[in-house]
């Protein structure tokens, strides 16, 4: 079939829309209609050339859609079923799946790191020229083919453009707080980086109760949003030292918890520097390849701190993408509110630029 698709030909260059020809799903593969596609500031990250991709390829990892074929293998979905894209496809019987931590396991690997599907193909061509797989989901085109393993099956209540945010920024800020730490009622988090995936970061603060909830950004518009999603305190860090404003709200220590939501080696220095004595910092943002940190080590020891990454909140997928679609209905976790703005995929570019100039608490590509 042929269908329109947003490509990455080359980091550094915006993306090209064009259609493209796209084979049908082969064994333990579906054919998905995306609805809604998320722009992630990670696809942003790929386009600027700071992490390694194999292209052309056809980026977009946080989205929904309906099944509109299954190939042979694949006989618990349907045509019509509304699914949710997992940038991580996980097998679910591996010793990662088993002890609930899904997006350590290496099933989907082969197909990101190679951006080719198992059998050493791509679904994806343009002109005779192979278009290469995005951490096995690339749904920034109208249609995708991904394995079984990168869909979760949707509840029917939830609107699609709603449901693709949980697909990365809700699952990954969310259970940063949830499941990768487990922040108690009282205690105090920063959020750094009060974007897409900060401000779920800080809505999942506001949801177990954490007090203060310092939000702290250089953008006095994201700030502002992050106060409607629960932060009590905010900083901007164009105006004033973070040291000294997180010193001020807790009586000189630092935090219990400070959350990276950025991925710059500088920003992590920051927030871990604003924890406390035996505090935790935790890293939701990603760095650019090659990146390092240094750590002063005797310190690191004598003030008993942690440092810690987090990849997609470190839930159990299957487990908590549907409870975290419960929360939403019973009004406990905002979706609607983190919208600001919808685009069509031939505005792609322009959802990219707004994303940078941090125009837009999250940009959804709404596909007709
Ligand atoms: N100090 C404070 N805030 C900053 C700084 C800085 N030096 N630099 C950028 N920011 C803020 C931006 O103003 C913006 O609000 O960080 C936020 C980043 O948000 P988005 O661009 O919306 O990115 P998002 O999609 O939330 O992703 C954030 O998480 O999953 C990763 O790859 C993703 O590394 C990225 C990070
Ligand atoms: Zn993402
Ligand atoms: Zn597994």
Redesign the pocket.
């Known amino acids: 079939m042929r269908a329109r698709a947003a490509m990455l030909m080359e980091p550094g260059k915006p993306l090209e829309v064009d259609e493209i020809e796209i084979d049908p799903p082969q064994h333990g593969e579906v054919l998905v209609r995306v609805a809604a596609a998320g722009v992630?500031?990670?696809d942003?990250?790929y386009i600027l050339g700071e992490l390694p991709l194999v292209t052309p390829a056809v980026l977009g990892h946080e989205g929904a859609g309906r099944v509109e074929a299954v190939g042979p293998g694949v006989s618990d979905l349907q045509p019509g079923d509304p699914v949710l894209f997992i940038f991580r496809a996980f097998c679910g019987q591996c010793y990662y799946c088993r002890i609930g931590r899904p997006a350590l396991c290496d099933y989907g690997t082969p197909i990101r790191t190679s951006g080719r599907m198992f059998d050493g193909k791509t679904r994806f061509h343009l002109n005779g020229r192979d278009i290469h797989h995005f951490l096995n989901v690339s749904c920034f085109a109208e249609y995708t083919v991904v394995p079984r393993q990168a869909l979760l099956k949707l509840p029917a209540d939830i609107p699609l453009d709603r449901a693709a945010l949980v697909g990365?920024?809700v699952t990954?800020g969310v259970g940063a707080v949830l499941r990768a730490t487990r922040v108690q009622p009282g205690e105090s988090v920063l959020v750094?980086?009060?974007?897409?995936?900060?401000?779920n970061v800080v809505q999942g603060a506001a949801l177990v109760g954490a007090w203060p909830i310092i939000a702290?950004?250089?953008?006095p518009q994201?700030l502002a949003w992050a106060q409607e999603l629960g932060a009590t305190h905010l900083v901007n860090?164009r105006e004033r030292s973070l040291l000294e404003a997180v010193g001020e709200l807790t009586d000189g220590r630092g935090v219990d918890y400070a959350f990276e939501?950025?991925?710059?080696p500088?920003?992590i220095q920051?927030a871990y520097a604003a924890t406390r004595k035996g505090g935790t910092t935790v890293i939701?943002?990603?760095?650019p390849a090659g990146s390092q940190l240094s750590l002063d080590l005797l310190p690191f020891f004598r003030e008993e701190r942690t440092l810690k990454a987090t990849l997609y909140g470190s839930v159990d997928l299957p487990r908590d993408i549907p409870l975290f679609l419960e929360l939403y209905r019973a009004g406990r976790l905002k979706l609607d509110e983190l919208i600001s703005q919808r685009f069509s995929l031939d505005e792609i570019n322009l959802a990219f630029q707004a994303?940078?100039e941090?125009a837009?608490k999250?940009g959804v590509i709404a596909f007709s």
Request: charged letters at 15%.
């Open positions: 992630c500031h990670s942003l990250h990365c920024a990954t750094l980086g009060c974007g897409g995936v900060g401000l702290a950004d250089i953008n994201k860090t939501v950025i991925g710059h500088e920003t920051q939701v943002g990603l760095a994303l940078r941090g837009v999250r």
